[in-house]
């Protein structure tokens, strides 16, 4: 029931498979519960982001309105619909980080890699993400999450280290 | 609805209400009101919005009144000082974001935000914090957007997924960046989508074609009736001095609810085009040139007069629109029979007239519109439904999300949002076998009741499929069952054999029965006699020429009334006849290059926007629309130019008085007396089969609806045209 006449993309069959996983989860009818599961599946092969052919072919294979799909897309800070850096920096400024002195930190990230939340470096190496609410991890504030880690108790030594070992990456 | 009455007090006073419903729901009821912004009685409950805070006994904080249900001995208090107070910390954290822009604000003076910051919101607001901005989509040419006054309600959101069934609008975004929009650039294309115009509650959502022309308090509101097809949609024309500036919906709950569509809302900008004609022409020395009211009546009042006195009744062809008043039908009927002319008709888009003389009275349509909602299994043939009428295809989904077997018989796919059980995608030759063959998977019982030479058709049939049974049994099955036939029935080659097993069809499922008709008033061209089969009242008459016949041939007078070549289905017959005939008389609001070249009388009309008059629906509801605009100062109306014809061809005077009490009286007497005729005459079995392919076009269903820019700029009417290239 996609709501464009527009040919839709095909999507692989390994996602398909995966889609297949989510939707079963559920009672039947009820799929538009497996747009996260299927996003998260999408997103993975494409470089960490949503396009919206890409959206519009996960609504047609749920068959659902696009819509839905780009609402939740959109909602959520794990999606990104615009196409983002290799490496992902997500720096936590709720308020334990905030206290001890996440502010700090991300202007230090900010000012080395020359970008600003929400942005990706001109190398294309790392993007920053705009914003991200408590992880969980209060006891290591302040935090941020690298590719998915958790690291703790960061410092700007800290912080520095790791920036180094992401630029060098090929 | 017979649910068990419960107490509540509501300030102070103890009330009734029924159990099951919203605290909400019971007050408006009481004509109790509370403050509202999310919460619409024809949506899902969102409840995001607080505005309804009341103070509810033994409930620490407030609590939303659309949203808590009502029960036995609860005391609510709306005006409460805690109720007040939550209402307006409601209001000043709305106000946060909300521009100051009322002055410039096409919704200003009729906003519920406006509203409620006078009654609630503080003098002056206590945030320094910078408002936020949005972006606005291009939504189309209907509905125009600024999104940085929207105060996300939802109910705009929640009316495409619930009423139009077609999401197109969503919440994209979170928290402080939440925004309404399609997120891709795409625009809103739905029949039904001008609504959500009226139903946001501020001005993020407005009418894009009268954005900035007009403040809403200088405008008169008129009770009408939408002139555009069968349904007759109940609205409110916005007039100021003699313009028409907008329209709305009038509830209806019979007919269109709360919603009209967007050919309601938005065709009459039609009615200014530059080719409309104001003053009477006639042909002079070849030439056509302006002429006085007189001059123009007379001529044409001598053509008339000539011709009856030649006796050359069927020189004489004349058609008729058949969205025309009813009392417009009348004269122009009384004036043809009385001269004698018999060739009267308005069924310009029918080609099989072999079933005339099994016509009822008046088309069948055994309902009210809003009656299908009800109906359990219903069977759609041959229509396109959503383009033909919204707002059937609008009780037909209610219908269906509420669990009915919803089956089409239809020679093309269009989509539909909500369920279906069968779609048998038929050819045009196969939709009569294709009726025929749910007529055969009938129970036996049933069929074997009817005549034998029926029996005998249904034999040499092929065997029924799955699909077939499937619709039969669920006709069968449903005491509340429904055959609606649609616009492409009507224009088929086979109609009157379609016609004849729908009847059978009927019988034998024992459901209701209707057909949809073309233009607003079909059932009023049946019941005054523009048809050349009977008279005024269904008398039977002399038998005279039918449209297509009266086409394909050339006269000594052709009249065209309300009608342009444009609207007949075969448009190249009519306008060879049109050219071939000696005179040719054309009543119409505009005027177009063929006419001018080829009239030799043109009358201009007002049209239904303008006049005073009245519509019968498919449903055979009389509706009055009582506007009498001074589009061109000092000409008559239709009726007066009509009567006027009628004294210059020295006829008797007939009497207009009480027609419609007249003919609703004789529609009550004869609705019941609607026979289902149980036979298919042998001449309708052996209509020669010629099928042509008609479809039905959203916005180009009559003279207006071509000519409203807004529409034709819709994607329906632009993809129509790169089809017809
Ligand atoms: S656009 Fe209007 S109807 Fe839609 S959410 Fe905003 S305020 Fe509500
Ligand atoms: S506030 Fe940063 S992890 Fe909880
Ligand atoms: S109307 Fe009740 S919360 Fe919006």
Redesign the interface.
């Known amino acids: 029931m996609s709501t464009e006449n527009t040919e839709t993309m095909e999507l692989t069959e390994t996602i398909k498979e995966k889609i297949d996983t989510w939707v079963a989860k559920f009672p039947v009818g009820k799929q538009r519960s497996a747009i996260i599961g299927s996003l998260h599946a999408v997103q993975e092969h494409n470089q960490g982001y949503l396009t919206p052919e890409l959206m519009d072919a996960v609504a047609d294979y749920l068959d659902l309105p696009c819509i839905y799909v780009y609402e939740v897309a959109t909602f959520y800070s794990m999606f990104q619909t615009e196409p983002v850096g290799y490496n992902e920096i997500a720096i936590c400024t709720n308020i334990s980080c905030m206290l001890s002195g996440s502010d700090e930190i991300v202007h230090h990230v900010e000012d080395r890699l020359n970008i600003k939340l929400g942005e990706t470096t001109k190398d294309g190496k790392i993007f920053l993400k705009k914003e991200e609410e408590c992880l969980a991890a209060c006891t290591g504030a302040p935090m941020m999450m690298v590719n998915h880690q958790y690291i703790e108790n960061l410092n700007i030594e800290k912080v520095n280290e790791i920036l180094d070992k992401l630029g060098q990456q090929k | 609805m017979s649910e068990p009455k419960i107490t509540i007090t509501i300030d102070d006073q103890e009330y009734k209400v029924n159990s099951g419903q919203m605290l909400i729901e019971a007050t408006d009821q009481l004509g109790i009101h509370i403050p509202r912004f999310c919460y619409h009685e024809k949506l899902s409950i969102a409840a995001n919005c607080r505005m309804c805070l009341v103070e509810v006994e033994n409930s620490t904080n407030a609590l939303p009144a659309c949203a808590t249900e009502v029960s036995e001995g609860m005391v609510v208090k709306t005006t409460s000082e805690s109720a007040e107070l939550a209402q307006q910390a409601t209001m000043e954290f709305l106000l946060i974001n909300h521009p100051l822009d009322c002055p410039i604000c096409d919704q200003g003076g009729e906003c519920e935000l406006q509203d409620l910051a006078y009654s609630h919101g503080r003098n002056e607001s206590r945030f320094e914090v910078k408002k936020r901005t949005l972006p606005d989509d291009n939504l189309g040419p209907l509905i125009s957007t600024d999104m940085t006054r929207c105060i996300l309600c939802t109910r705009c959101v929640r009316f495409?997924t619930e009423i139009a069934g077609?999401?197109?609008?969503?919440?994209?975004?979170?928290g402080e960046s939440s925004t309404i929009s399609?997120?891709?650039e795409?625009t809103v294309d739905h029949e039904l989508s001008g609504n959500m115009i009226d139903i946001c509650p501020v001005g993020a959502l407005n009418n894009k074609p009268y954005r900035y022309t007009d403040r809403t308090w200088e405008l008169d509101q008129i009770e009408s009736v939408s002139p555009h097809d069968c349904v007759g949609s109940n609205m409110f024309l916005h007039v100021k001095g003699d313009k028409i500036k907008r329209i709305v919906p009038k509830a209806n709950p019979e007919i269109n609810e709360v919603w009209i569509s967007d050919r309601d809302r938005f065709a009459f900008d039609g009615i200014y085009s530059d080719d409309r004609l104001t003053v009477p022409m006639l042909r002079k020395n070849g030439v056509l040139e302006e002429a006085t009211w007189e001059e123009a009546i007379d001529a044409f009042s001598k053509v008339l007069i000539t011709l009856q006195n030649k006796k050359s009744k069927n020189g004489v062809a004349a058609l008729i629109s058949s969205s025309t008043a009813l009392n417009e039908q009348y004269l122009y009927a009384y004036l043809m029979r009385s001269l004698g002319f018999n060739n009267i008709d308005h069924r310009i888009r029918q080609i099989d007239f072999t079933g005339d003389s099994l016509d009822p009275i008046f088309p069948n349509f055994d309902i009210k519109p809003h009656q299908i909602e009800n109906m359990k299994s219903i069977l759609i043939i041959g229509s396109d439904l959503r383009k033909e009428t919204p707002l059937i295809a609008h009780w037909v989904k209610k219908a269906a999300d509420q669990g009915a077997s919803v089956n089409f018989i239809n020679q093309e796919y269009s989509e539909y949002?909500f369920p279906i059980d069968n779609f048998i995608l038929s050819g045009q030759e196969a939709l009569a076998e294709n009726l025929a063959l749910v007529l055969k998977a009938s129970n036996d019982d049933a069929v074997n009741k009817l005549p034998s030479h029926i029996e005998d058709v249904l034999n040499a049939l092929p065997t029924p499929s799955l699909s077939h049974y499937q619709i039969a049994k669920s006709l069968a099955n449903h005491e509340q069952s429904f055959l609606l036939s649609g616009l492409l029935c009507h224009s088929h080659s086979e109609y009157a054999l379609i016609r004849s097993y729908l009847n059978l069809l009927s019988y034998v499922s024992n459901s209701s029965f209707g057909e949809l008709t073309h233009g607003a008033n079909a059932t009023g061209a049946y019941l005054t006699g523009c048809i050349p089969h009977r008279k005024a009242f269904g008398e039977s008459h002399e038998l005279g020429l039918n449209a297509l016949e009266m086409c394909t041939k050339n006269h000594q007078l052709i009249v065209l009334y309300g009608i342009e070549p444009e609207d007949c289905l075969y448009q190249e017959k009519l306008n060879q006849s049109i050219v071939g005939s000696q005179t040719t008389v054309q009543f119409s609001p505009f005027i177009t290059p063929f006419m001018k070249e080829n009239a030799d009388i043109m009358f201009p009309l007002k049209t239904p926007y303008e006049s005073k008059g009245a519509f019968i629906n498919a449903s055979g509801m009389i509706q009055d629309f009582n506007l009498q605009l001074d589009l061109a100062k000092d000409n008559p109306s239709n009726q007066e130019l009509l009567l006027q014809i009628i004294e210059g061809s020295k006829l008797p005077m007939p009497s207009l008085d009480n027609l419609k009490e007249k003919i609703k009286k004789f529609i009550d007497e004869t609705k019941n007396t609607h026979n289902r005729l149980l036979e298919i005459p042998e001449k309708v079995l052996k209509t020669t089969k010629n099928y042509s392919s008609v479809s039905s076009h959203l916005y180009d269903v009559d003279s207006i609806t071509r000519r409203s820019r807004p529409l034709q700029q819709t994607k329906d009417a632009l993809s129509q045209f790169s089809e017809d290239q």
Request: hydrophobic content about 35%.
């Open positions: 495409g077609l999401p197109e609008l969503g919440t994209i975004g979170r399609t997120f891709v795409k949002y």
